[in-house]
């Protein structure tokens, strides 16, 4: 499973941002669930989403709750996480992972991981 990253930038308190995740590989079913990890300038991983690829169910960090969505194009095998209402702390470098099991995404030990796109959230 191969993915990739894109949609990053320097953005201004307040303002949204959407990150894509473009997801390929023959080894890639319906089974997985895709999540997004960032981690920050203090290097502390923490997970902020993930969607379940088959059934589209999510989960949100609490502190993302009402300004994050995630969602998916089933068809061309793409996660987004559109971000709104953004905040200094949101800034860190985002990245994609994927596993079959929801609980190794949350717990940052996915099989497997984008190069990560870069968000700066600065006036």
């Excluded at 949204?16 to 080894?27: I, Y």
């Excluded at 994927?98 to 030990?109: E, F, K, N, T, V």
């Amino acid at each position: 499973v191969q993915l990739v990253e894109s949609g990053g930038g320097l953005v201004p308190p307040g303002g949204s941002l959407r990150l894509s995740c473009e997801v390929s590989g023959t080894n890639f079913d319906d089974r997985f669930n895709i999540g997004w990890i960032r981690q920050g300038p203090k290097r502390i991983r923490d997970r902020v989403s993930c969607i379940n690829f088959g059934d589209g169910s999510t989960w949100y960090r609490n502190s993302t709750k009402g300004r994050y969505t995630i969602s998916r194009d089933y068809v061309n095998k793409r996660v987004f996480l559109q971000m709104d209402v953004l905040k200094p702390e949101d800034t860190a470098d985002y990245y994609c992972a994927a596993d079959r099991s929801y609980q190794h995404i949350l717990a940052g030990r996915a099989d497997y991981w984008g190069q990560g796109t870069q968000v700066t959230v600065s006036s």
